[in-house]
T-cell receptor, first 112, second 110 residues
Framework: NAGVTQTPKFRILKIGQSMTLQCAQDMNHNYMYWYRQDPGMGLKLIYYSVGAGITDKGEVPNGYNVSRSTTEDFPLRLELAAPSQTSVYFC???????????FGPGTRLTVL | RKEVEQDPGPFNVPEGATVAFNCTYSNSASQSFFWYRQDCRKEPKLLMSVYSSGNEDGRFTAQLNRASQYISLLIRDSKLSDSATYLCVVNSGTASKLTFGTGTRLQVTL
């Protein structure tokens, strides 16, 4: 199993550009999550999904969108990148009824 | 008040020392508790779950005090490889959503 994979590893965007951060898992987990982690801060939940076709907002959803068309994939979309979105983005997944979340390696995004 | 509070450290300890980290949480309805470890520029990984009765995994001991809403992690005989940030994590809601503390940084030195 590859576990949770994320692409790209690094990206630099200009203000106003858009991009999609990819996340995939091969563990057949129902639940998937997107977090951002700013320097010296804890992880903040952006969006989550409890299954294909179902998504919901987390703590900091503004400026982001998600979709979940399959169990495996959970992409995160930034429409109009802003410097405040400079962060490390982690995708995670878990099986329903379980508590341990498995994280991908992260995407480091810089918006200039 | 933050939902999960930790002392950010850093804790600088010599190899072989015993070190303890503490964490408090604000939501009394919280159901599950964990310690995650995060190495520099890496993703968080589960270190151990925390149970009311206390639990041990090798050199690591975790304790939970529900009345005081307090969680602790004790590391005995510290190794250089224990150097990392330790995240206190609480599951308070549906869909296995987790709330993370900001982490406590540990540096173990020779």
């Amino acid at each position: 199993n590859a576990g949770v994979t994320q692409t790209p590893k690094f990206r630099i965007l200009k203000i106003g550009q858009s991009m999609t951060l990819q996340c995939a898992q091969d563990m057949n987990h129902n639940y998937m999550y997107w977090y951002r982690q700013d320097p010296g801060m804890g992880l903040k939940l952006i969006y989550y999904s409890v299954g294909a076709g179902i998504t919901d907002k987390g703590e900091v959803p503004n400026g982001y969108n998600v979709s979940r068309s399959t169990t495996e994939d959970f992409p995160l979309r930034l429409e109009l990148a802003a410097p405040s979105q400079t962060s490390v983005y982690f995708c995670a997944s878990t099986a329903s009824g379980r508590n341990e979340q498995f994280f991908g390696p992260g995407t480091r995004l810089t918006v200039l | 008040r933050k939902e999960v509070e930790q002392d950010p450290g850093p804790f600088n300890v010599p190899e072989g020392a015993t070190v303890a980290f503490n964490c408090t949480y604000s939501n009394s309805a919280s159901q599950s508790f964990f310690w995650y470890r995060q190495d520099c520029r890496k993703e968080p990984k589960l270190l151990m779950s925390v149970y009311s009765s206390g639990n041990e995994d090798g050199r690591f001991t975790a304790q939970l005090n529900r009345a005081s809403q307090y969680i602790s992690l004790l590391i005995r005989d510290s190794k250089l490889s224990d150097s990392a940030t330790y995240l206190c994590v609480v599951n308070s809601g549906t869909a296995s959503k987790l709330t993370f503390g900001t982490g406590t940084r540990l540096q173990v030195t020779l």
